[in-house]
């Protein structure tokens, strides 16, 4: 299953995305595959998936760091419903936070920078600034999950790519 999974996959600037699952007719072995990295998923027009566990530098994700998220204006995920970014456990669970807040997206109220860019902090403290855009992550080892509902063109041509999240501290 791994190995199916591993061929699937493709990895830009540390997110990591599966195409070809929930497409009906696939091989039970790619139907294995994805069922287990992307469980319940939907077809790619329908919803497009997007994983990290590493930063920039390849480093794994922990909670003893502070990330951000950088999206140049104009640039969140294209879609023609919304885009919602979530971090979990390893396992892929939600965990409780002291913000209350499981998941940031389209939907969020975010500061921007002076830019017009959008920073979000991946961090398990509150940032010293623009706390509306801090996702908390949860304690050890996390994942970062982006997903864009009806995604648009660029996401479906592959030419629009996740920014990769950098290490800030």
Same mark, same amino acid.
């Given at each position: 299953?791994?190995?199916?999974?591993?061929?699937?996959? =493709? =990895?830009?600037?540390?997110?990591?995305?599966?195409? #070809?699952?929930? #497409?009906? !007719?696939?091989?039970? %072995?790619?139907?294995?595959?994805?069922? *287990?990295? %992307?469980?319940?998923?939907?077809?790619?027009?329908?919803?497009?998936?997007?994983?990290? =566990?590493?930063?920039? &530098?390849?480093?794994?994700?922990?909670? &003893?760091?502070?990330?951000?998220?950088?999206?140049?204006? !104009?640039?969140?995920?294209? /879609? $023609?419903?919304?885009?919602?970014?979530?971090?979990?456990?390893?396992?892929?669970?939600?965990?409780?936070?002291?913000? /209350?807040? %499981? !998941?940031?997206?389209?939907?969020?109220? @975010?500061?921007? /920078?002076?830019?017009?860019?959008?920073?979000?902090? %991946?961090? &398990? *403290?509150?940032?010293?600034?623009?706390?509306?855009?801090?996702?908390?992550?949860?304690?050890?080892?996390?994942?970062?999950? @982006?997903?864009?509902?009806?995604?648009?063109?660029?996401?479906? $041509?592959? &030419?629009?790519?996740?920014?990769?999240?950098?290490?800030?501290?």
């Amino acid at each position: 299953m791994n190995v199916v999974g591993r061929t699937l996959t =493709t =990895t830009v600037n540390g997110w990591s995305s599966i195409r #070809q699952c929930g #497409q009906p !007719g696939n091989g039970i %072995l790619v139907r294995a595959a994805c069922a *287990k990295a %992307l469980p319940a998923v939907n077809v790619f027009e329908e919803a497009a998936y997007w994983t990290s =566990t590493t930063d920039a &530098s390849g480093q794994r994700l922990n909670s &003893s760091h502070d990330y951000v998220l950088h999206f140049p204006a !104009g640039q969140f995920p294209p /879609n $023609d419903a919304f885009w919602t970014l979530t971090a979990t456990d390893m396992v892929g669970y939600m965990v409780n936070n002291p913000a /209350n807040r %499981l !998941g940031i997206g389209s939907r969020s109220t @975010l500061a921007k /920078n002076p830019d017009g860019s959008t920073d979000i902090h %991946l961090q &398990s *403290k509150a940032p010293d600034r623009h706390a509306e855009n801090w996702l908390p992550t949860p304690s050890g080892n996390f994942k970062l999950m @982006l997903r864009a509902y009806l995604p648009g063109a660029a996401i479906l $041509d592959g &030419s629009y790519q996740v920014p990769h999240v950098a290490r800030t501290q």
